[in-house]
């Protein structure tokens, strides 16, 4: 079956632009999560969202960044007036709750790069 | 705020070696996963473990839970170089458990 996916895979981007990152989770998945990868880190988590409501939203940086998910399904996480600190690997992941855990997969990354 | 710890960050050693890299918080989680890392790839799940003192075995990888379910412990045997990348640890809960805390993670490079 389909795995977690992401579009774009590598996007450059000028400081300043907006920017727009969707993920494609795996079919039935309720839950879904967005995390930022710099060069060689760990994972920063972002935000998740649980159906499409998003119970936390704790870890967005700035009010630069937001996220939606609609349908239960697919996802965007935007950036407003992108700066360079933004320039990382932006992960997505999707579970469902089996035998009491959420076990994450996650999809291959888009790489953002603002110039 | 719950933090995990992983010990130690970098790690490089010679196929056929032996290491354990560890996990640990002061928190308590009702399960902990660990994940595997390529470049340019995102994180795989490895294993799940749930019960305190619970111990997995993947081919030569041994996991264990602590008792207490606050630290965790990945050994792996006869090292390969296929086994390098970047490995995390993730908890869930106690009350929370459809977020994972992530890892600092342990960046292992094997070399032939």
């Known amino acids: 079956g389909a795995g977690v996916s992401q579009s774009p895979s590598n996007k450059v981007t000028e400081k300043g632009k907006d920017v727009e990152l969707r993920c494609d989770p795996i079919?039935?998945?309720?839950?879904l999560y967005w995390y930022r990868q710099s060069l060689g880190q760990g994972l920063e988590f972002l935000i998740y969202?649980?159906?499409?409501?998003?119970?936390?939203k704790s870890g967005l940086p700035s009010d630069r960044f937001s996220a939606e998910r609609t349908g239960g399904s697919v996802s965007t996480l935007t950036i407003q007036r992108t700066q360079q600190e933004d320039s990382a690997v932006y992960l997505c992941a999707s579970s469902s709750r089996r035998d009491g855990t959420y076990e994450q997969y996650f999809g291959p990354g888009t790489r953002l790069t603002v110039t | 705020t719950q933090l995990l710890e992983q010990s130690p960050q970098f790690l490089s050693i010679q196929e056929g070696e032996n290491l354990t890299v560890y996990c640990n918080s002061s928190s308590v989680f009702s399960s902990l996963q660990w994940y595997r890392q390529e470049p340019g790839e995102g994180p795989v799940l490895l294993v799940t473990v749930v019960t305190g003192g619970e111990v997995k075995k993947l081919k030569r990888l041994t996991f264990q839970f602590g008792d207490a379910r606050k630290d965790s412990s990945l050994h792996i045997t006869a090292a390969q170089p296929g086994d390098t990348g970047l490995y995390l640890c993730?908890?869930?809960?106690?009350?929370?458990?459809?977020?994972?805390?992530f890892g600092t993670g342990t960046r292992l490079q094997v070399f032939p």
């Open positions: 969202f649980q159906g499409n409501s998003a119970p936390d």
């Open positions: 993730a908890g869930a809960g106690p009350y929370n458990t459809d977020k994972l805390i």
């Open positions: 079919s039935g998945h309720t839950a």
